[in-house]
Each structure stands twice: as C-alpha cells, then as structure tokens.
C-alpha cells in the first residue's frame, strides 16, 4: 500500500506538529518522500507512531492540527487513491482484509505499536486491526461507525435515512446526490455552487465499483456477528448531532464494549465532527492520544468526561 503524507496549511503535517513520516521502498528501488533509512530511525526514536485511518471518500483535510509531535502514518485504503490490488489478486473487499493490508504496511515500516483512529468505513477498518492484530495496535479512536455492521442495524440505518443502499447514500452519481450527501454529514447545513460539487464528483468518486463492492463486504449476517471484545483502550469520539450514525448507536456500542471504552460527544456536529468543530474534535484526540503515554491504571485512563463539549 502506498503510503501518503499531508500538510496543514500552518505547515504542520496532517493532526500533528514537527512529526516525522517514513516511507515504503517503491516496488523498483528508491523511496518515495520521506527522507532516507536513517531519517526514518531517528524518527522512530523521537515520537510514539499513530495511524489516521482513512473513511469513505466525503470529507476533506479535517482542519487544524494538534501540536504535540506525533508520527502519522495516513494510508490510502484499498481503491481509496492509488492503492489497488493487481490484476488477479482477490477480491478481498472486507473491513478485515483492509485491516491486515495496513498492519502489514506498518510493519514493513518498522512500527511495532501504534494508536488507530478511524472515521466512517476506517472505522470498521479500526475494530478490525485491533481484533486481529493486539500486538500492533494499543490503542484505538474511533468516529462515525461501529464495531459490525450488521445486517438489521444497516436496514434499520437506511430505512431512517430513505436510501436503498449504503452506495446510493455514499457514492451519488450527480449534484443533487451530493448534497443530501453533505445535508446527511452535517449539523450546520453547507452550500456550494453546483460547479464546485461537479468537480468534488469528478475528482473523488472514483472506483465506484470497487467501492461499492467494499460497502457490500461491510455488512455481516447478524448470526456471524459476535459481542466486541477488544484488549486495547478505545475512544469513541463522536458529534453529537451525527444522523448517519447517531449518538444512540454511540451510546449503545460503549456499554457494549465495556470499560476500557469511553464516549465523548461533540455539540453542534454532525458525522463530520473533525469539520465542523475541528479545534474540539483535535482536543479530545489529543488528550486521549497523550493520556495513553502515561503510566496510568486502566480506570485512570478511560476517565475522559463523557460531557459535550
């Protein structure tokens, strides 16, 4: 998988300030950007890593970055941007192939433990690494989704939102698909000119097919589906105003998850909380991302107030 690195417009890299990004060797020799091997150790041995993990193709960079030097790791999932599986190499299109793809990535990087923060399908991407992969991952974020997706609680999501499909909701063809997309998104209703969404269809909805068939692969019977049991703490961060994925379903996935799971709710936002209220959002990162630095009981680390902000 390629890995990809971003910039805030403050000139700090993508969620953290002075981080450092390594890079995967290209499949003919060399590197891609990201300085060379000794770079990549030094890095290493300054910052604790953590991966972004990205989430069905609507939104865009989620603003400001928190300042505490952190390595980001933001892979482009499967059929996401310009990582594809070869002519002939599966179908893999489930959470948990996604999830093993990752973890292989980062530890061809060298990463031996990381924190996981996964929005909308990265979500499910998220629970998956963490399920499969404990060593790797020790801890996980995670807004706008669910450890399963079940078949009933997608009926019951759909029926709510008047969408026969998960793709005809997440992958509109045309200008008016697009903005009940957004209206769905969203607490504060967003307006742009019809110019500027055909451009956002043109340049972002690629690989429809594949996409949709990733949707398909997301949804289990729910006789397959078994009660979340996870080792590493878990922060569910969410907005409050969030109808695609309410705080309800937050609500219930937390009892579900135990004790080593905490919710915070964010005012005013919708399922893109790291768009509308992008300064509180980075906040409850941030301080659940150094909280898992510190020598703490597992009570003391899951204390985060489960007040909105």
């Not at 078949?151 to 026969?164: D, F, N």
């Not at 309410?246 to 399922?271: D, F, I, N, P, Y």
């Amino acid at each position: 998988m390629r890995r990809r690195r971003r910039r805030c417009r403050h000139g700090n890299e993508l969620l953290g300030a002075q981080g450092h990004a390594a890079s995967l060797p290209r499949a003919g020799g060399g590197e891609e950007e990201g300085g060379s091997e000794a770079r990549q150790q030094q890095a290493r041995r300054r910052s604790p890593p953590r991966l972004r993990g990205r989430r069905h193709p609507h939104v865009g960079a989620p603003g400001r970055c928190p300042r505490q030097a952190l390595r980001r790791y933001v892979p482009d999932l499967l059929f996401f941007g310009g990582s594809a599986l070869p002519a002939g190499g599966g179908g893999g299109r489930s959470p948990a192939f996604q999830a093993d793809c990752v973890a292989a990535a980062l530890r061809r990087l060298g990463v031996g433990r990381c924190a996981v923060v996964g929005f909308s399908y990265g979500g499910f991407v998220a629970f998956r690494m963490a399920e499969a992969h404990p060593g790797l991952v020790a801890s996980v974020v995670v807004t706008g989704s669910l450890a399963d997706m079940t078949c009933s609680t997608s009926e019951r999501m759909l029926r709510r939102l008047g969408a026969a499909s998960f793709a005809e909701l997440l992958l509109p063809g045309d200008v008016a698909g697009l903005r009940s997309l957004f209206a769905a998104g969203t607490h504060r209703k967003w307006w742009f000119p019809d110019f500027v969404l055909k451009d956002y269809l043109e340049l972002m909805m690629f690989n429809r097919k594949e996409r949709a068939e990733l949707l398909e692969g997301m949804v289990i019977s729910d006789e397959d589906a078994a009660a979340p049991s996870f080792r590493q703490d878990i922060l569910l961060l969410w907005g409050e105003n969030d109808s695609i994925f309410t705080v309800e379903l937050a609500s219930k996935l937390k009892e579900q998850l135990g004790e080593r799971a905490a919710l915070r709710s964010v005012r005013e936002a919708g399922h893109l909380v790291m768009l509308e209220r992008p300064r509180a959002f980075n906040r409850c990162l941030r301080e659940f991302l150094l909280l898992q630095q510190q020598p703490r009981t597992t009570t003391t680390a899951m204390a985060a107030s489960k007040a909105g902000l």
